[in-house]
């Protein structure tokens, strides 16, 4: 039971297909912002839509292709006040104890509402509320987190952000464990999003170790994360390349710390108003000398309408 | 003296419930340009620059050490409404806030907590050629407490009674003096009354709808007050306080910075948990950002710390969202 906890986000992480930005949106609208500020900055308003499969590879376990989970996202701005809606079908996850090298099946859901406003062009303030629900055999977390965040255009091209999460997770016996998370990236984007666009983004995130008030129940790890992310938009076609590194603190009788890093390639192709993306990756999750791979695949679809 | 004293310990947690209710965030001289945060002397109000309706909503956890061990965990979750108009010259302002703090008792031990609390108050201003404001105002205060074993769910009621005035000097100088009348019920003490002396002075550069800045500081004092046992209700006493309280607030292409922070001493000689205390001492706090457009929607975030220290040691921090319409 306790290393459930304890696991929560490990292999989360490597699989996590919403791939949200921190600073601005990504050029594909069918995927979704992490920080509430960034939806200030979308083009226009969308609807799009994804799926996405992943396998698990360990040393002792395997998973073969699994649905990860389908989504609809909805943003729409008639001034300059934008909302976001985001929605994923739960899915499945698998948690990695690697202590053991066994894997738990878990279902998850992951709803988010965003409400941005854009003020003189030049910067952005925004407000978030996200629920994401994981059910195992063995117990049901319910984690909800809220959030504030802005973000600053400087020079026409560059934008800087900054902001942060407040985290609840809840357990069925009523125990709970809350910390804050701290989010803040700088991007930039140049060209036309209708014609010839580059966009890169580099975002960190950090959060504390944080007891629960049951303390049956392993700490939240401390954690941090880099992202990069760059895009290009060439005319009908779109590029994208994404890294990410995550590292979880070692807790309790752990001496290694859970390090996650994953690569993520994509390629669109927009037709009018649709965008069409195909997304591949794989990650490698690593504790001493133990490891877990996972690859996945992520198609999208989303159409703009301003 | 041992009874005294132990009623010492027991009063002392309602000079804290005022600040744990609602953190001296409020503006004494001049009001924050976050038009949803609160004045705490109503003739702030009358500076106020356009009329705004707002809701927030906080959420926080801490934790309590004693001598070296943490003792408790708390969660807690408030909300506040905040609704400030004019009237030709009279500005009104009103503003109500809720906490419910939860905490998991492990022992019974000394030391102040409060479960929850309900704040309500309303201002009125009268502003006069753009160089002085005079105000009125009324505070109430409902409040659950804990403070030992024995008194371990205690009500508390405080009705607050202010008059203040401010001026502004050179065009950008504030100059600002409260008087505030406080009278305390509560469950199982006799009842309290005493005075808060409240000065301050703010400096506000800028125009609405340009580049502003602003920071004000100011100073609140109270003498120590005591009332006697009768019957079975216990000694009442409110000790000496000094609280400094220090705001400033940048704001440019409407997108504002806030920090404010508030340091209260009290002098004390109790015993707690077999400490002998001198000091009781809070800092609270505060840090956001908002979007405040000239009129429309108006939203933002602030984080919050609190520490507490008397025999105990108290460190909590919260999160707090905001929501708010400003009027034309």
């Known amino acids: 039971m306790k290393k459930l906890y304890l696991l929560i986000i490990s292999i989360a992480m490597s699989i996590n297909v919403a791939s949200a930005q921190v600073v601005t949106p990504q050029l594909d609208a069918a995927l979704p912002v992490e920080m509430s500020s960034a939806a200030g900055w979308r083009f226009g308003s969308a609807i799009g839509g994804q799926t996405s499969f992943a396998k698990v590879d360990g040393e002792t376990e395997q998973v073969d292709y699994f649905n990860v989970d389908s989504s609809v996202l909805f943003f729409y701005q008639p001034s300059n006040i934008i909302t976001e809606v985001y929605w994923a079908t739960p899915g499945k996850r698998y948690l990695w104890d690697h202590t053991t090298d066994t894997l738990l099946e878990t279902t998850n859901g992951d709803g988010r509402f965003s409400l941005a406003i854009r003020g003189d062009k030049n910067v952005t303030l925004g407000i978030g509320y996200r629920i994401e629900d994981q059910d195992a055999s063995s117990d049901s977390i319910d984690k909800s987190l809220y959030e504030g965040s802005f973000s600053v255009r400087m020079l026409d091209n560059l934008y800087m952000a900054a902001g942060m999460q407040r985290v609840t997770e809840k357990f069925e016996s009523g125990s709970s464990r809350k910390w804050n998370r701290i989010l803040a990236g700088v991007a930039l984007q140049l060209g036309d999003p209708l014609k010839r666009m580059f966009r890169t983004e580099v975002s960190y995130e950090s959060s504390p170790k944080t007891t629960a008030d049951d303390p049956a129940i392993s700490p939240h790890r401390e954690t941090t994360r880099v992202q990069a992310v760059a895009e290009v938009l060439f005319d009908s076609f779109l590029f994208s390349y994404r890294y990410r590194n995550t590292t979880q603190g070692a807790i309790e009788m752990e001496t290694d710390d859970l390090i996650d890093v994953s690569h993520r390639y994509g390629f669109g192709f927009k037709l009018g108003s649709a965008t069409l993306g195909v997304y591949a990756g794989q990650g490698t999750q690593t504790a001493g000398d133990k490891e877990l791979k996972t690859q996945f695949f992520q198609g999208t679809l989303s159409f703009g309408f301003i | ?328």
């Open chain 2, 1 to 328: 003296m041992e009874i005294a004293m132990n009623g010492k310990k027991l009063i002392l947690g309602l000079g804290f419930m005022v600040f744990l209710v609602n953190p001296g965030f409020s503006q004494v001289v001049t009001p924050s340009m976050d038009p949803t945060q609160s004045v705490l002397m109503p003739s702030a109000a009358g500076w106020r620059e356009k009329p705004a309706a707002g809701f927030g909503y906080h959420e926080g956890s801490g934790t309590r050490d004693l001598h070296g061990e943490q003792i408790y965990q708390f969660d807690d979750s408030g909300m506040d409404a905040n609704l400030a108009f004019k009237a030709g010259n009279v500005f009104i302002e009103m503003n109500a806030s809720q906490k419910t703090t939860t905490v998991k008792l492990t022992a019974a031990l000394d030391g102040h907590m409060n479960f929850q609390s309900d704040d309500g108050r309303l201002n009125i201003a009268l502003a006069g050629n753009d160089f002085v404001t005079i105000g009125l105002g009324a505070r109430s205060t409902d409040s659950l407490d804990y403070f030992d074993q024995v008194y371990d769910s205690e009500s508390t009621n405080s009705l607050r009674t202010i008059g203040s005035i401010s001026v502004k000097t050179m065009d950008m100088f504030y100059l600002g003096l409260g008087f505030e009348r406080v009278k305390e019920q509560s469950s199982y003490a006799v009842d309290l009354t005493w005075n808060n002396l409240i000065s301050g002075v703010a400096m506000h550069l800028g125009q609405p709808g340009g580049t502003q800045f602003r920071v004000e500081y100011s100073l609140a004092l109270s003498e120590s007050e005591e009332n006697g046992l009768n019957g079975d209700e216990q000694e009442s006493y409110h000790p000496a306080t000094n609280i400094n309280r220090l705001s400033a607030e940048i704001m440019f292409s409407g997108l504002l910075f806030s920090v404010v922070s508030e340091d209260i001493k009290m002098e004390v000689d109790m015993m707690e948990n077999g400490d002998s205390i001198k000091e009781v001492s809070m800092t609270n706090t505060q840090g956001g950002v908002l979007w405040i457009p000239d009129n429309g929607l108006s939203i933002g975030f602030y984080f919050l710390a609190n520490n507490a220290e008397a025999s105990y040691s108290d460190s909590t921090s919260a999160f707090k969202v905001k929501v708010a319409y400003i009027f034309q």
